[in-house]
Nanobody, 115 residues
Framework: QVRLAESGGGSVQAGGSLKLSCVYS?????MGWYRQAPGKASDLVLI???????VYAESVKGRFTISRDNAKNTLYLQMTSLKAEDTAVYYC????????????WGQGTQVTVSS
């Protein structure tokens, strides 16, 4: 059982930066960040993942950086040059299964970018 707890969300002006953290316990495996924009209940998007390789969605490539510190059991998402369209609930996820889905999810943290 992997437990995940995100923090670091908040409100920021467009062009600003935020850093999300996700403390995990219960083991290490491939991890990532999903986000869900407001008003789109089914539109969960994987924006970054880190395992043997690091992968980013085109919408955040060059602006967001995913990293992990296994000594601190913490996953990070450094977000820069934020845009209004980055406004979403961000979820930390862990352990990709054979179907390509992640088995464990955090509770989510809200990021609001005002233009």
């Amino acid at each position: 059982q992997v437990r995940l707890a995100e923090s670091g969300g908040g409100s920021v002006q467009a062009g600003g930066s935020l850093k999300l953290s996700c403390v995990y316990s219960g083991g290490t495996c491939k991890m990532g960040w999903y986000r869900q924009a407001p008003g789109k209940a089914s539109d969960l998007v994987l924006i970054a993942s880190i395992g043997d390789t690091t992968v980013y969605a085109e919408s955040v490539k060059g602006r967001f950086t995913i990293s992990r510190d296994n000594a601190k059991n913490t996953l990070y998402l450094q977000m820069t040059s934020l845009k209004a369209e980055d406004t979403a609930v961000y979820y930390c996820v862990a352990c990709e299964n054979r179907r390509g889905a992640f088995d464990y999810w955090g509770q989510g943290t809200q990021v609001t970018v005002s233009s």
